[in-house]
T-cell receptor, first 115, second 114 residues
Framework: DAGVIQSPRHEVTEMGQEVTLRCKPISGHNSLFWYRQTMMRGLELLIYFNNNVPIDDSGMPEDRFSAKMPNASFSTLKIQPSEPRDSAVYFC?????????????FGSGTRLTVV | AQSVTQLGSHVSVSEGALVLLRCNYSSSVPPYLFWYVQYPNQGLQLLLKYTTGATLVKGINGFEAEFKKSETSFHLTKPSAHMSDAAEYFCAVSMFTGGFKTIFGAGTRLFVKA
């Protein structure tokens, strides 16, 4: 099993540009989560999907952020336009079964730097 | 509201010494509790979890944690620290209260001295 795969690993972009982060969950996992990690705020849940349907997006900071899960094997997190304060490590995680009791498998993250 | 508090943002131990990382939670319903470890430039890795049943749970790499409901605690321990244990450790609580949330603590960075 290749685990949760995120791309790119690093992204440097200029303020105002569109950024798209990608995630491939573990095959058979039916829940997918997007987290953001910063020194100041720690790990924040942005949005999660169950069976490809967004369940809770209350953590998405602004309308500049959007996430999609067109099928069970792929999800994207888009930021448009990007701002320097969006700089962080973005993690994707997936889980199976009862999504709050099984624990998550995390990807290696995408380190985003907006200059 | 649920919350997770990890006591001590940094803990330093000598190699071979006991590791104790503290976690307290608040919850109005029975929680599911987790410990994760994060090595530099990597994602979080599940160490162990408590859902139901035995309150002492064993995880990978020799770690274990005990759920104490009366103390609302879920402290992580390891009898003998190894240099490779140096990492950041996160306690997390999940519960369903009309909606689902998993809340992570702020993390505790463990340093292991030779």
């Amino acid at each position: 099993d290749a685990g949760v795969i995120q791309s790119p690993r690093h992204e440097v972009t200029e303020m105002g540009q569109e950024v798209t982060l990608r995630c491939k969950p573990i095959s058979g996992h039916n829940s997918l989560f997007w987290y953001r990690q910063t020194m100041m705020r720690g790990l924040e849940l942005l949005i999660y999907f169950n069976n490809n349907v967004p369940i809770d997006d209350s953590g998405m900071p602004e309308d500049r952020f959007s996430a999609k899960m067109p099928n069970a094997s792929f999800s994207t997190l888009k930021i448009q336009p990007s701002e320097p304060r969006d700089s962080a490590v973005y993690f994707c995680a997936s889980s199976s079964g009862t999504f709050y009791s099984g624990g998550y498998t995390f990807g290696s993250g995408t380190r985003l730097t907006v200059v | 509201a649920q919350s997770v508090t990890q006591l001590g943002s940094h803990v330093s131990v000598s190699e071979g010494a006991l590791v104790l990382l503290r976690c307290n939670y608040s919850s109005s319903v029975p929680p599911y509790l987790f410990w994760y470890v994060q090595y530099p430039n990597q994602g979080l890795q599940l160490l162990l979890k408590y859902t139901t049943g035995a309150t002492l749970v064993k995880g990978i790499n020799g770690f274990e944690a005990e759920f104490k409901k009366s103390e609302t605690s879920f402290h992580l321990t390891k009898p003998s620290a190894h240099m490779s244990d140096a990492a950041e450790y996160f306690c997390a609580v999940s519960m369903f209260t009309g909606g689902f949330k998993t809340i992570f603590g702020a993390g505790t960075r463990l340093f292991v001295k030779a």
